[in-house]
């Protein structure tokens, strides 16, 4: 991933405030929207492989150069949970979050109209429709569509600006970067290209974490290397164990969600170095916290852990 293309994306607006728990970047790339050169950023639970189009996301996309933020979408299950917006309480808003993020287009505008605007997305495994309630408006000075599509406790679910209108047939003529359905037609467009190493390994990591959790042996064994070697203090005891005797350990007992444990591990921190990577990770297991240190290397079959070290966390302080 270009280090340009995710600079340009950040603070378009603050990620702290539109980001859910867990999301991590997954894409960054650029592209062309209309004559504008853009950069699209793609967020997605840390748990997805891949670029999971039709899937939960947050997306942006910004201009280069002057970074102004062209659009951004948030769709995942939740988001629009409850009653929609009055059209005076949506018109209200979106003016209101139009003044802060693009005043400009708030000199010469015309709203033409109000009205619910749906949305699916595929969630825990079932297809959710996320509502809200769309203002659109024509900037008058230079003929061109914007449009804001509040959510049901009033924040912004889409925001999209400078959209022309190809009156005969009657579509739209700027591309849809925001739009999944529209990716997935673009033939030329290769998405793992712009995959970042990071969000490959922090999945792979999400997959050890959840496979641990669970007690599910498939996930285990797609985390790690077949060679790996898992070695650590089991409080005064060192262990030295195969993959093969690792996971049959942990499947072996009853798992932490069989237990009705809550799902708290982390990541604390990933360093890449071309096709070696090193996470730190917060791994409790019952009323016991490990610090695991896992070295990942990069092979055919994509990023596996090729070596877990772990101890108590009271002796490694994070």
Do not use: C
């Not at 702290?16 to 991590?24: I, Q, S, V």
């Not at 189009?53 to 150069?65: C, I, K, P, T």
């Not at 509040?150 to 579509?171: C, K, N, Q």
């Not at 195969?242 to 072996?252: K, T």
């Amino acid at each position: 991933m270009n280090s340009q293309n995710e600079s340009a994306i950040e603070g378009k607006p603050p990620l702290e405030a539109m980001l859910p728990e867990g999301y991590r970047l997954a894409l960054s790339m650029p592209g062309r929207m209309d004559d504008a050169e853009i950069v699209l950023g793609r967020f997605q639970p840390s748990d997805r492989a891949s670029v999971d189009l039709g899937g939960e996301h947050v997306s942006f996309v910004v201009e280069q150069g002057s970074e102004r933020l062209k659009g951004f979408t948030r769709l995942y299950g939740g988001v629009s949970d409850g009653a929609l917006p009055t059209e005076d309480v949506a018109r209200q808003a979106a003016l209101g979050f139009l003044h802060r993020q693009a005043p400009d287009l708030l000199s010469n505008h015309k709203i033409l109209w109000i009205d619910r605007h749906d949305e699916q997305v595929q969630a825990e495994g079932r297809k959710v429709t996320l509502s809200g309630m769309k203002v659109k408006f024509r900037n008058l000075d230079d003929g061109l569509y914007f449009w804001v599509i509040l959510a049901a406790d009033g924040s912004v679910m889409t925001f999209e600006r400078d959209i022309h209108w190809i009156t005969f047939p009657g579509h739209r003529g700027t591309e849809k970067w925001l739009h999944d359905s529209w990716l997935q037609q673009q033939e030329n467009l290769v998405l793992s290209e712009f995959e970042s190493s990071e969000s490959r390994i922090e999945a792979v990591v999400e997959n050890y974490f959840r496979g641990a959790f669970h007690g599910d042996r498939a996930r285990l064994e797609g985390a790690f290397d077949p060679a790996a070697r898992i070695v650590g203090f089991f409080g005064d005891d060192r262990a030295d164990l195969s993959v093969a005797d690792f996971v049959d350990l942990v499947v072996s007992q009853p798992s932490q969600a069989s237990l009705g444990a809550t799902m708290d591990k982390r990541i604390l921190s990933v360093e890449v170095a071309g096709r070696i990577a090193v996470v730190k990770a917060r791994v409790p297991v019952g009323e016991t916290v490990y610090i695991d240190l896992l070295t990942l290397h990069e092979t055919a079959d994509g990023w596996r852990i090729r070596h877990k070290s772990f101890d108590l966390a009271e002796a490694s302080p994070v």
